[in-house]
T-cell receptor
Framework: GAVVSQHPSRVICKSGTSVKIECRSLDFQATTMFWYRQFPKKSLMLMATSNEGSKATYEQGVEKDKFLINHASLTLSTLTVTSAHPEDSSFYIC??????????????FGPGTRLLVL | SQQGEEDPQALSIQEGENATMNCSYKTSINNLQWYRQNSGRGLVHLILIRSNEREKHSGRLRVTLDTSKKSSSLLITASRAADTASYFCATEHSTLTFGKGTMLLVSP
């Protein structure tokens, strides 16, 4: 149980285009989903926290208009990288907390999406 | 701001040996979690230890937490080549904040 999927697993796009990444909780309802970014051999940096039906909360330094987050249902959150540039190339990982978890402590991570902007 | 800091940055051992990784943090926490990440893959949750707990075991994993020193350690006993991965500690207060990780290489 508690499986999180991401699609696509990797994407290559041209500079200036927009890329949408989906994060789905497959067998549980997610009250909260998180988006992280990871550079090679570096740690995960939290970009934003999204709750179903409300606006995402972005971390300091993360551009809201650049990284659009939509959490339309209890099982789906999307991250859209708008007008992507080479410096946006990174590994994007989502995670989700289960609505059924009384302690709301554990985050279940997706497998990540590798974005390469040419 | 970066919360957890792992030590060492890289660790290379032989199969069968024990591997110990340390994590230090700066502010108060609700819990501390350890994750594993294989190269280019997602994170796998290993173990969670709450702020009022001092030690926890899960299979070959042993985690300790010293809130007075703001530090935690992860011990992997009888390591296997398949344990080769990066290991991250993450502290939770309102959000989860990850350390820089320890790259563990277990040679056959």
């Amino acid at each position: 149980g508690a499986v999180v999927s991401q699609h696509p697993s990797r994407v290559i796009c041209k500079s200036g285009t927009s890329v949408k990444i989906e994060c789905r909780s497959l067998d549980f309802q997610a009250t909260t989903m998180f988006w992280y970014r990871q550079f090679p051999k570096k740690s995960l940096m939290l970009m934003a926290t999204s709750n179903e039906g409300s606006k995402a909360t972005y971390e300091q330094g993360v551009e809201k208009d650049k990284f659009l987050i939509n959490h339309a249902s209890l099982t789906l959150s999307t991250l859209t990288v708008t007008s992507a540039h080479p410096e946006d190339s990174s590994f994007y990982i989502c995670s989700a907390k289960s609505a059924a978890d009384p302690y709301q402590e554990t985050q279940y991570f997706g497998p990540g999406t590798r974005l390469l902007v040419l | 701001s970066q919360q957890g800091e792992e030590d060492p940055q890289a660790l290379s051992i032989q199969e069968g040996e024990n591997a110990t990784m340390n994590c230090s943090y700066k502010t108060s926490i609700n819990n501390l979690q350890w994750y594993r990440q294989n190269s280019g893959r997602g994170l796998v949750h290993l173990i969670l230890i709450r702020s009022n707990e001092r030690e926890k075991h899960s299979g070959r994993l042993r985690v300790t937490l010293d809130t007075s020193k703001k530090s935690s350690s992860l011990l992997i006993t009888a390591s296997r080549a398949a344990d080769t991965a990066s290991y991250f500690c993450a502290t939770e207060h309102s959000t989860l904040t990850f350390g820089k990780g320890t790259m563990l290489l277990v040679s056959p």
